[in-house]
T-cell receptor, first 112, second 113 residues
Framework: GDSVTQMEGPVTLSEEAFLTINCTYT??????LFWYVQYPGEGLQLLLK?????DKGSNKGFEATYRKETTSFHLEKGSVQVSDSAVYFC???????????FGKGITLSVRP | EAGVTQFPSHSVIEKGQTVTLRCDPI?????LYWYRRVMGKEIKFLLH????????ESGMPNNRFLAERTGGTYSTLKVQPAELEDSGVYFC???????????FGPGTRLTVL
């Protein structure tokens, strides 16, 4: 079945550091890929998405590119801020109106 | 426009008791999903409603869980009787039929003692 694997956490970075969070997936067909974020005390929010190979999703300075050849969707940000401290989830969806399959999530802490 | 709301935000019950969680989706969203995250693990799918019909309930763990969506509006998820392993955060999400990005509620944290 479908699955999503995220790098192990937690991750602690200093402000303005470069961030990469790895995500790889296993799925049949051509799923849509997502990054969701959960800030402390809040619900899940969609951060960005990509629906086909080579698409790049971007939002709030974060980017991720849908790489079909490596089945990856790594999340990057050039300069993290303290306000980026949150739990980040990679997810896939195989088709329209279908369930999301999530990775385990990774906690990012950014110190001033 | 109001987002997805869930009630209660927290619930602490004893093993063997019954708990009912409620989800109000975004108005006009036909699709409603329930997910659960057990401590430190993946967020896992429970079931999917399209309007009032169960489209996919393959993730429901056992028959102690009962979900309903009367009238195709809000949904309830009842756990009866609750067991220790049911503890976790229960998320609800909704989406439109066309642009089907799923919007999540804040979750209900359930603790079974």
């Amino acid at each position: 079945g479908d699955s999503v694997t995220q790098m192990e956490g937690p991750v602690t970075l200093s402000e303005e550091a470069f961030l990469t969070i790895n995500c790889t997936y296993t799925a049949t067909g051509y799923p849509s890929l997502f990054w969701y974020v959960q800030y402390p005390g809040e619900g899940l929010q969609l951060l960005l998405k990509a629906t086909k190979a080579d698409d790049k999703g971007s939002n709030k300075g974060f980017e991720a590119t849908y790489r079909k050849e490596t089945t990856s969707f790594h999340l990057e940000k050039g300069s993290v801020q303290v306000s980026d401290s949150a739990v980040y989830f990679c997810a896939l969806k195989p088709g329209a109106n279908s369930k999301l399959t999530f990775g385990k999530g990774i906690t990012l802490s950014v110190r001033p | 426009e109001a987002g997805v709301t869930q009630f209660p935000s927290h619930s602490v019950i004893e093993k063997g008791q019954t708990v009912t969680l409620r989800c109000d989706p975004i108005s006009g969203h036909d699709n409603l999903y329930w997910y659960r995250r057990v401590m430190g693990k993946e967020i896992k799918f429970l079931l999917h409603f399209v309007k009032e019909s169960k489209q996919d309930e393959s993730g429901m763990p056992n028959n102690r869980f009962l979900a309903e969506r009367t009238g195709g509006t809000y949904s309830t998820l009842k756990v009866q009787p609750a067991e220790l392993e049911d503890s976790g955060v229960y998320f609800c999400a909704s989406s439109q039929s066309g642009p089907d990005t799923q919007y999540f509620g804040p979750g209900t944290r359930l603790t079974v003692l």
